[in-house]
T-cell receptor
């Protein structure tokens, strides 16, 4: 199945610092989703991107999908302890049919005081 | 409140003892799916269902069964659990499989001894 590569695998940042997480595919992405997961809990939807060059923001989190629709980045500005968790990207690599979402392996974010 | 409900939240069992993890959604979603999450492997899809009476294998279906007799319910059945099925399981649903965000349950932590 299609693989999504996430980087870095883990990240430790000091509170107040900015950070970026990347999600890369070898195929065109027809829908790119970002989720956040608190340890051992369910996934919470953050944002969905569909168009090349699209950018969305929610509070201090901004997600972008590149023009070629093969890479997305998630940027957190002025990180806070509440941002800690696992961030996962999920993607659709076909426009129709029975192909469901595939997920990256996640990026574990820790925010320290 | 719109939600996906999984039960139980935690389960410890022994090898070979049949078990069922229930999943129910109250959003009239057509698409439902089961994932397992393991350290270093990320989220992997077990089975999914496009609609009532329609189910398909995901990436790791061996050792699992599902059924979709009603739109709202999508139970995961382990006929003869083995220790390698110890994992965190998530049920998810959406209106359709394409261009729709997935709603996730809170997860079921299963330990097979």
């Amino acid at each position: 199945s299609q693989e999504l590569e996430q980087s870095p695998q883990s990240l430790i940042v000091q509170e107040g610092k900015n950070l970026t997480i990347n999600c890369t595919s070898s195929k065109t992405l027809y829908g790119l989703y970002w989720y956040k997961q608190k340890y051992g809990e369910g996934l919470i939807f953050l944002m969905m991107l569909q168009k090349g060059g699209e950018e969305k923001s929610h509070e201090k989190i901004t997600a972008k999908l590149d023009e070629k629709k093969q890479q997305s980045s998630l940027h957190i500005t002025a990180s806070q302890p509440s941002h800690a968790g696992i961030y996962l990207c999920g993607a659709l690599t076909f426009l129709s049919g029975n192909t469901p979402l595939v997920f990256g392996k996640g990026t574990r974010l820790s925010v320290i005081a | 409140e719109a939600q996906v409900t999984q039960n139980p939240r935690y389960l410890i069992t022994v090898t070979g003892k049949k078990l069922t993890v229930t999943c129910s959604q109250n959003m009239n979603h057509e698409y439902m799916s089961w994932y397992r999450q393991d350290p270093g492997l990320g989220l992997r899809q077990i089975y999914y269902s496009m609609n009532v009476e329609v189910t398909d294998k995901g990436d790791v279906p061996e050792g699992y069964k599902v059924s979709r007799k009603e739109k709202r319910n999508f139970p995961l059945i382990l006929e003869s659990p083995s220790p390698n099925q110890t994992s965190l399981y998530f049920c998810a649903s959406s209106w359709t499989v394409t261009n729709e965000k997935l709603f996730f349950g809170s997860g079921t932590q299963l330990s097979v001894l």
